[in-house]
């Protein structure tokens, strides 16, 4: 099959901010209330998020200003012009086994989900063979493409996201909820630290931002602290809809609360 070609290779702000936040929402997403739950207390948790998700968005603007100040030169290039070609290929070289160790990690647990609740008889290792040959096709096309398609296909999961919680309006308890800031501040620092890492991904701008336009380069940074922002909301949204409905004791105890 040929691949459809585009007419440039370029995209706006708009782009890179919707596969920042397609990067950040992935598998973890059906965890991440579990995780939160074992670190506070009843409906605290809205806080650690909060907090972890405001630092990565002034992050994520920070490293989009700097790639930005290189227009149409990839990370590996302006490393390499003002960090020395060493330093470049180290950093590269742990971003990539980073992200591939991130990709496998990925497979795997949809694989199991996916032999948890549809695929019974099949084994593990095909299912996340499979997935991962998904990924390897998405990949090998234009990279302006896969990004255009992140325009499409994310607000369907933001959308599905409101739903779950919307479809389970009659099952929240707001007692559940209460009472509120009963979390110890040190628990609050150890919990915000590790939520970080839930909205790890950012820093695909560094790489994506070789292809913005100059008409809206400017505008990158904003737009991706605004698409961590929009994870942000969508996890708190589900974070609280998990509390509400199965109390913060359950949560701590369900697999996937999600």
């Known amino acids: 099959m040929k691949p459809f070609e585009y007419r440039d290779e370029e995209i706006g702000s708009r782009e890179i901010g919707f596969a920042v936040s397609s990067t950040i929402i ?10 939160i739950a074992d670190q506070t207390l009843f409906s605290d948790g809205w806080i650690i998020l909060l907090l972890g998700g405001l630092i990565c968005a002034v992050l994520g603007w920070f490293v989009t200003k700097v790639a930005i ?12 012009a003002h960090l020395t070609k060493p330093v470049a290929y180290t950093i590269s070289s742990i971003l990539v086994l980073t992200f591939a160790a991130l990709t496998a990690y990925e497979s795997r647990m949809i694989a199991v989900i996916s032999q948890t609740y549809l695929f ?6 095909l299912l996340s063979f499979f ?8 990949v090998a096309g234009s990279r302006a493409a896969l990004l255009r398609l992140n325009v499409l296909f994310l607000p369907i999961v933001l959308i599905a996201i409101v739903l779950l919680s919307l ?14 800031f009963q979390t110890n501040v040190s ?3 150890v919990g915000v630290k590790n939520s970080i890492f839930t909205f790890i991904g950012f820093e695909v701008a560094l790489f994506y931002a070789v292809l913005l336009n100059d008409k809206t380069a400017k505008k990158a940074p ?28 359950t949560t701590r105890g369900l697999t996937y609360p999600t």
Do not use: H, W
């Open 167 to 180: 479809l389970n309006v009659n099952l929240m308890e707001i007692d559940n909820l209460l009472p509120v």
């Open 131 to 138: 997935f991962l040959l998904v990924v390897i096709y998405g």
């Open 222 to 249: 904003m737009a991706v602290a605004k698409a961590v922002i929009v994870n942000v909301l969508s996890y708190i949204l589900i974070y609280v809809t998990c509390i509400s409905v199965f109390t913060y004791m």
């Open 69 to 80: 100040l290189f227009p149409k030169q990839n990370f590996v290039q302006y490393t390499s």
């Open 26 to 35: 992935g598998i973890g997403a059906l965890s991440m209330p579990r995780d």
């Open 120 to 125: 019974s008889d099949t084994p593990i290792q």
């Open 187 to 189: 628990q609050y620092a």
